[in-house]
């Protein structure tokens, strides 16, 4: 095993016993960046260690467990995969589950991390480091996750996303859903995101990109992104921070605009909320049904088009059918399962 395999043995290790203070992050950041050499052991050791948060371990091997009252908090412990968080009645505040136990994770990767290292550089890394990964949400579930570039994916509900690093690409299928993204600079692997026939492409910037009937579009939070129709014949275009995109169906070039402030509505479900600002009832109503298993429904037509404002939880369509009844002065049916608007014409 050669020093830099021992070099990323090490970070990778460190990392798994709790985040880095300022001063160790910046030292890790210069050495990932100082060689792509850095960044492929550094990739081996995470695909390492991401198969070792699977690994069981005999009871009499265990470290003692930690009374909770010493527990580190939630937002130390590195996320490396799909730990998932079911958020129907929290929302994306607990977007971030508790990964396996620190101390049992840095037990393993002692040894079996030093082992799988080895075995790597004797047999030779595949071209694909991690194999494709699939994350999956239900409807009202949240993930986010830490990839092995250092990029980070938030994954809204009711979404599927698979993800392929190698060491001359990142590539993202979005399949359904929405995701956001927060892309690790890396110049000599473009970060790339397919949605249907959307292509987005990256370096070191935040942006979602989100899939429906009529075909998808992207949210840019911050730098600049190229979007592309694949197999279009319109140019590629760039887009900077607060630029939406929509990509329809038809093979036809992007619509790109510009309002920061409507991304930001957009984006409101990171924090667990949906914003309206003078949305119809119909696309409100949509906009909760996504995060809820006990729908809504609009019976009487006329109202659909009512334009509504608000800011509410996501888990609270209660509350939203409650201000439309006042608001709107118009009866409202709670159930088990539905909840209905209006009476049917």
Known sequence: MSSTDDDALAWVAREAAGSLDADA?????????ASPRHQGAYLRARAIAHSVDGITVQASLKPAARHAGNEPPLDDLPCTDAHAATAANHGPAAMEAAPPARGRRAFVLGGALAAGIAALAVTSLAPDLLGPVTYETARGEFRKVQLADRSTVSINSASLVEVRLTDAQRRVALTQGEAWFEVAKDRARPFVVEAGDLRVRAV???FSVRRHAQGAEVLVTEGVVEVWAN??????RRVGAGGLVLVSGDGSGPRIDTDPAEVARRLAWREGKVVFQNQPLDDAVAEFNRYNTRQIVVAD????????????????????ANDVHALLNVPVAIRADTIQIGTAR
């Open 204 to 206: 070191g910037t935040a």
């Open 301 to 320: 037509p006329a109202l659909r088009r009512k334009p509504l404002v608000g800011h509410y939880r996501i888990d609270q369509p209660e509350e939203f």
């Open 231 to 236: 197999g279009g014949t319109a140019p590629r």
């Open 25 to 33: 992050q910046a030292a890790f950041e210069a050495w990932y960046l």
